[in-house]
């Protein structure tokens, strides 16, 4: 809970989001999540955004490249498609600690990050901001579940219908 590496990249983060450029491999499948519902109480609309989980390994600092370590789970405004497990890529994004709870009862997201050994969060504004530095093996096991498991949402999400297949695939 307390220790982690000395170059995590948890230790990059403060309070308020900073710009950051990394590069890490994708060590999970890229997620879609449809913009939400029309609200009248959401001051701000919200679109599309992506995700996936990523293994930080450097980070640049000005003009140089300095080794990272740590796990983190960017979201990225917009649907990105072209990565997949196993990727090597660069993100330009905004980095952050995760959000503590604001009012007692609710949900503390930094407590779950940090109990899942993540220290930053990371938030792209679209999905130009992150590149493909090098491509994954596609013999690799990782690149082989990746295909099938998008495979096997796809076929899911045909044969429930668009109105349950958010919830199918959950």
Request: net charge neutral; with cysteine.
């Amino acid at each position: 809970w307390n220790y982690f590496s000395a170059d995590d990249l948890g230790r990059f983060a403060e309070e308020i989001d900073q710009p950051v450029c990394v590069e890490a491999v994708v060590t999970q499948r890229m997620k879609w999540f449809a913009p939400p519902a029309p609200n009248l109480l959401r001051a701000i609309p919200t679109g599309p955004r992506s995700e996936t989980t990523l293994q930080i390994t450097r980070i640049r600092d000005a003009g140089t490249w300095r080794q990272a370590s740590g796990n983190c789970r960017p979201t990225i405004a917009g649907e990105l498609y072209d990565i997949r497990s196993g990727d090597r890529i660069q993100v330009f994004a905004r980095i952050g600690k995760p959000l503590p709870a604001l009012y007692p009862g609710q949900y503390d997201w930094a407590a779950a990050a940090r109990g899942a050994g993540v220290h930053s969060r990371l938030f792209c504004s679209a999905p130009e901001c992150v590149t493909v530095v090098e491509s994954a093996n596609s013999t690799t096991i990782s690149t082989w579940i990746d295909r099938i498991g998008r495979r096997c949402e796809t076929w899911l999400a045909q044969h429930v219908g668009p109105e349950q297949a958010d919830l199918a695939l959950a």
